[in-house]
């Protein structure tokens, strides 16, 4: 019996606990930072296959499992567990029980898949050489990111781990199938805050005031030269408002106007010259018309890079385990990601696993409050990652 046929059996022949894991993480989830409970749900599943969960920050944690000469090669896989603050409109026996807060991110599913990997791998750790280190991360939807404090509390560390594995749902994609792209592939993420200060007044005696509203209109306007005239074309960049507070009223000129954005990109140098610009023409605007201005980007995420050799060979991995019509080439993704982190520390290939099923009505997309998965993604999703991580522990390729 041939390897992939072995983990396709496990992955199968453990679909049904690990839909009720799914389900039961599904209905209580916790935002970043918060995931105690879920963290205690994880150690009592590990419990089950005689492991005890490492911690190094306040939810999360790690296991190894050690195959044949452990100390070979160390690789590590990666799932996240936190949700998202989403009141869920899913009618469901799954439905989220934590009034305001949902996985509508499917971190319910790589957790998920993360475990069922692990049950696969304990079964067949007589079978390869290595260690592989399983990662339940928490915070991944909310700054610094959780993958920078394991990082700088030693997660890549102790044994040193040489390459890493993450996916992540995809709604755009059939379950079933999964998607890969080397080099490139998501921006960095960063958040823009302005406060503008004007005068405020009567709408009928804009004369008399300094109308934050109107200025809040320039900005706006003038911020999109930024990725259209300021950006090569050859670096992709985004910039967005995407919140725009003006508290005044039908002949009321408010005092201020808050907003706050998101800029991302895929190149540092720019990123680090955009940040100036952002904040300078904010304050030449305000200026101009008489204001005065608050202006800061927060740095966030940086672009997640995919280590070209680890995702290709992982690509044809995955073709040779679920078949070369199962797997896809994936374009830009503009999206933040947390995982950037270990990207920028040793390869890394990130991956996408399709979920969607049109015929059961799964079609919504990530961070909305309809989101789900078609199940049998769990199977192909634990399976893929024992898998990976088999195949790479067996390659004699170095990166």
């Known amino acids: 019996m041939n390897l992939s046929y072995k983990i396709k059996q496990l992955a199968e022949l453990h679909f049904e606990d690990l839909r009720a894991t799914r ?9 970043s930072f918060e995931e105690y409970e879920t963290t205690k749900y994880i150690a009592t599943k590990l ?32 799932g996240d567990i936190d949700a998202l603050p989403i009141i869920e409109k899913n009618e469901v026996d799954y439905k989220s029980v934590n ?19 692990i049950r696969i791998l304990d079964e067949l750790k007589d079978e390869f050489e290595g260690t592989v280190r399983c990662i339940f991360q928490p915070g991944e939807e909310r700054l610094p990111g959780g993958a920078s404090l394991m990082i700088k509390n030693g997660i890549l560390q102790n044994p040193s781990v040489e390459k890493i594995f993450g996916q992540h749902v995809m709604p755009l994609i059939d379950a079933g199938k999964v998607g890969f792209r080397p080099g490139l592939y998501m921006a960095s993420a960063d958040e823009i805050y302005i406060k503008i200060i004007g005068k405020g007044g009567h709408g009928a005696h804009p004369h008399q005031n300094i109308d934050p509203v109107v200025i809040a209109a320039h900005i706006i306007t ?26 005044g009223s039908t002949n009321i000129i408010p005092s201020e106007v808050y907003m706050e954005g998101t800029f991302r990109t895929y190149d540092e140098k720019w990123r680090a010259e955009a940040h100036i610009l952002i904040e300078q023409m904010c304050y030449d605007i305000c200026k101009l018309h008489g204001a005065t201005c608050e202006a800061e980007v927060r740095k966030g995420y940086p672009f997640l890079m995919n280590n070209e ?44 696993l399709g979920t969607r099923n049109e015929a059961q009505g799964k079609t919504s997309m990530v ?30 390729t170095s990166i």
């Open 23 to 31: 389900r039961h993480l599904h209905a209580h989830p916790e935002l």
């Open 222 to 247: 003038q911020l999109q030269t930024i990725p259209s005239r300021r950006a090569k074309p050859s670096i992709p960049t985004v910039l967005s408002i995407g919140k725009v507070i003006a508290e």
């Open 309 to 352: 050799g680890l995702t290709n060979m992982a690509k044809s991995w995955a073709e040779e385990y679920l078949g070369v019509e199962n797997v896809v080439d994936l374009e830009l993704w503009p999206a933040g990601e947390d995982f950037a982190y270990f990207s920028q520390e040793i390869p890394a290939c990130f991956y996408r």
């Open 47 to 78: 419990s089950e296959n005689g492991y005890d969960l490492k911690t190094i920050t306040d939810t999360g944690g790690y296991i190894d499992i050690r195959g044949k000469n452990p100390s070979r090669k160390v690789i590590a896989l990666r």
């Open 367 to 396: 961070h909305t409050p309809t989101f789900d998965i078609d199940e049998s993604a769990l199977e192909v999703g634990s399976g893929l990652l024992a898998w990976l991580a088999i195949k790479e522990l067996q390659s004699q």
């Open 99 to 117: 009034q305001g807060k949902m996985h509508a991110c499917g971190h319910d599913v790589h957790t998920t898949c993360l475990l069922g990997s």
